[in-house]
């Protein structure tokens, strides 16, 4: 039962540049969510998609963006990037029935210069 | 708001207990949870406990709640070099998951 994947694993951009990271949901699970790392902090909460919509959004600007396919997985789209953007982005599914259990991949790096 | 704090650095001798301690502040949380990060990975959910528990066990993980004082703990019973790790408080909200800074573990031979 393959997990959550992400891809690419690594990725280094130039500021001003745009970004898509992508997300495969573990097996079962139909909702995806995002969020970002930075360097010795805990995780923030980017949004959440279920049922192809966005259902959930933080604290983040309109540059940030998702979409959630058919098949469940998703995307993050990232404009106009910015140094403050690098960061680890990870992306975690669960069950719409049985939220409460998120279930992370590897992450993205994303290094901006 | 939701604000979830711990303690930054612990280090333990191998064999002993490690005790990794969160306070958090949305009383409205349904779940609390606790994950594990190793280097360059993502993040390995751990356990998590009800908010209407106490007390959670799993093998060598046992999960505290005060819910009163808003204190979550966790314990990790003859602890091993590969218990090496950054341990994630988090609690949820809605849909979301809020996270603490982390707490690095260091275990010591």
């Known amino acids: 039962d393959a997990g959550v994947t992400q891809s690419p694993t690594h990725l280094i951009k130039t500021r001003g540049q745009q970004v898509t990271l992508r997300c495969s949901p573990k097996?079962?699970?139909?909702?995806v969510s995002w969020y970002q790392q930075a360097l010795g902090q805990g995780p923030q909460f980017i949004f959440q998609y279920y049922e192809e919509e966005e259902r959930q959004r933080g604290n983040f600007p309109d540059r940030f963006s998702g979409h959630q396919f058919p098949n469940y997985s998703s995307e993050l789209n990232v404009n106009a990037l910015l140094l403050g953007d690098s960061a680890l982005y990870l992306c975690a599914s669960s069950s719409d029935v049985g939220s409460y259990e998120q279930y992370f991949g590897p992450g993205t790096r994303l290094t901006v210069t | 708001g939701e604000d979830v704090e711990q303690s930054l650095f612990l280090s333990v001798r191998e064999g002993d207990s490690s005790v990794i301690n969160c306070t958090y502040t949305d009383s409205s949380s349904t779940y609390l949870y606790w994950y594990k990060q190793e280097p360059g990975a993502g993040l390995q959910l751990l356990t998590y406990?009800?908010?209407?528990?106490d007390m959670k066990q799993d093998q060598r993980l046992t999960v505290l709640l005060n819910k009163k004082d808003k204190h979550l703990s966790l314990r990790i019973a003859d602890t091993q070099t590969g218990d090496s790790a950054i341990y994630f408080c988090a609690e949820s909200n809605d849909y979301k998951l809020s996270f603490g800074a982390g707490t690095t573990v260091t275990v010591r031979a």
């Open positions: 097996s079962g699970h139909d909702t």
């Open positions: 406990i009800f908010s209407n528990m």
